[in-house]
């Protein structure tokens, strides 16, 4: 699929010879949270989870995925985040997906883990997080619609006291909770970063200007808004194209930090065919897509 897009460069699987080569260079078993948080401002790229005919996930193909992505300069790795399909696993399956995308990503760059659904699978998951090596812990915003701000608050607090002092992100799809509660979720202990996912550059301007100069602000919305947020504040963004063109979202990023915000258009120009495919029947085709043009 992906070739009747763009012109796609070469992704064949790196050889045996050349993935010892990038592993003798890459790998680093753990990373500090400041080196963690300065990462954080490059590129957070969402690992797809990969399943087998049999619907169990397979593991396999995210050696060769990570390594492409760790290659070209991702700067951090995401297991169980939405382009994971996270709220389509259990949290057996959430569990086996974290020590995947851990041996698969096998210290190249920080693995950041997605933890989230009720506060019993949450702390579950943060431990076996913890146990596969995850670096940092990205929290999904609970979907319940009757949780109140204070709730979210002390949701995250659990999550992260458990974490014993890995960083915390908070993943951030609803601003709806109100500016005082994101400021509380920045003040948390641990908490690095939020990862912004709501298309409101102005209340983002904002959750900025109230918090910690520390936090560190990642577009949550991919290579496609990441312009917008830049120029707010924001540094780094999201990506789940990194699974198939990772070459494509470092140069977009290299662009905006430059200040070229000229150049990164042009280039995220070039991906609307693909994020067109992603967004239809109401994003409901995003992750197949990705899958599709692997």
Same mark, same amino acid.
């Given at each position: 699929?992906?070739?009747?897009?763009?012109?796609?460069?070469? !992704?064949?699987?790196?050889?045996?010879?050349?993935?010892?080569?990038?592993?003798?260079?890459?790998?680093?078993? &753990?990373?500090?949270?400041?080196?963690?948080?300065?990462?954080?401002?490059?590129? &957070?790229?969402?690992?797809?989870?990969?399943?087998?005919?049999?619907?169990?996930?397979?593991? +396999?193909?995210?050696?060769?995925?990570?390594?492409?992505?760790?290659?070209?300069?991702?700067?951090?790795?995401?297991?169980?985040?939405? %382009?994971?399909?996270?709220?389509?696993?259990?949290?057996?399956?959430?569990?086996?997906?974290?020590?995947?995308? +851990?041996? @698969?990503?096998?210290?190249?760059?920080?693995?950041?883990?997605? !933890?989230?659904? &009720?506060?019993?699978? @949450?702390? $579950?998951?943060?431990?076996?997080?913890?146990?596969?090596?995850?670096?940092?812990?990205?929290?999904?915003?609970?979907?319940?619609?009757?949780?109140?701000?204070?709730?979210?608050?002390?949701?995250?607090?659990?999550?992260?006291?458990?974490?014993?002092?890995?960083?915390?992100?908070?993943?951030?799809?609803?601003?709806?909770?109100?500016?005082?509660? !994101?400021?509380?979720?920045?003040?948390?202990?641990?908490?690095?970063?939020?990862?912004?996912? %709501?298309?409101?550059?102005?209340?983002? *301007?904002?959750?900025?200007?109230?918090?910690?100069?520390?936090?560190?602000?990642?577009?949550?919305?991919?290579?496609?808004?990441?312009? $917008?947020?830049?120029?707010?504040?924001?540094?780094?963004?999201?990506?789940?194209?990194?699974?198939?063109?990772?070459?494509? &979202?470092?140069?977009?990023?290299?662009?905006?930090?430059?200040?070229?915000? +000229?150049?990164?258009? +042009?280039?995220?120009?070039?991906?609307?065919?693909?994020?067109?495919?992603?967004?239809?029947?109401?994003?409901?085709?995003?992750?197949?897509?990705?899958?599709? *043009?692997?």
């Amino acid at each position: 699929m992906a070739a009747l897009l763009w012109p796609l460069p070469d !992704i064949t699987l790196i050889s045996n010879e050349d993935h010892d080569l990038v592993r003798d260079k890459d790998r680093k078993m &753990s990373f500090t949270a400041e080196e963690f948080r300065a990462r954080l401002t490059g590129i &957070s790229g969402i690992l797809v989870t990969p399943f087998n005919r049999q619907d169990q996930i397979d593991p +396999a193909p995210l050696a060769a995925i990570a390594e492409r992505a760790a290659a070209a300069g991702v700067h951090i790795l995401t297991a169980n985040g939405n %382009t994971g399909e996270f709220y389509g696993l259990t949290t057996a399956e959430a569990e086996r997906a974290v020590h995947a995308a +851990a041996e @698969a990503v096998a210290g190249r760059v920080p693995l950041l883990a997605g !933890i989230g659904r &009720s506060i019993h699978d @949450a702390l $579950a998951l943060t431990k076996a997080s913890r146990a596969a090596g995850a670096s940092a812990l990205m929290v999904h915003q609970p979907p319940d619609p009757f949780v109140a701000p204070r709730g979210v608050v002390e949701y995250v607090k659990r999550i992260a006291e458990a974490g014993q002092g890995l960083p915390v992100v908070i993943y951030l799809r609803n601003d709806g909770i109100g500016l005082d509660a !994101i400021a509380d979720l920045c003040a948390i202990p641990n908490v690095v970063g939020v990862k912004w996912a %709501t298309p409101a550059p102005l209340r983002l *301007a904002e959750a900025i200007r109230r918090a910690d100069p520390a936090i560190v602000w990642v577009g949550g919305l991919a290579e496609t808004w990441a312009p $917008a947020f830049y120029a707010v504040g924001a540094r780094g963004f999201t990506s789940g194209l990194i699974n198939v063109w990772p070459a494509h &979202s470092v140069a977009i990023h290299a662009a905006l930090e430059a200040g070229d915000y +000229a150049k990164a258009r +042009a280039m995220i120009a070039t991906m609307e065919p693909f994020e067109a495919l992603r967004a239809e029947e109401g994003n409901g085709t995003n992750v197949s897509v990705v899958k599709a *043009a692997l």
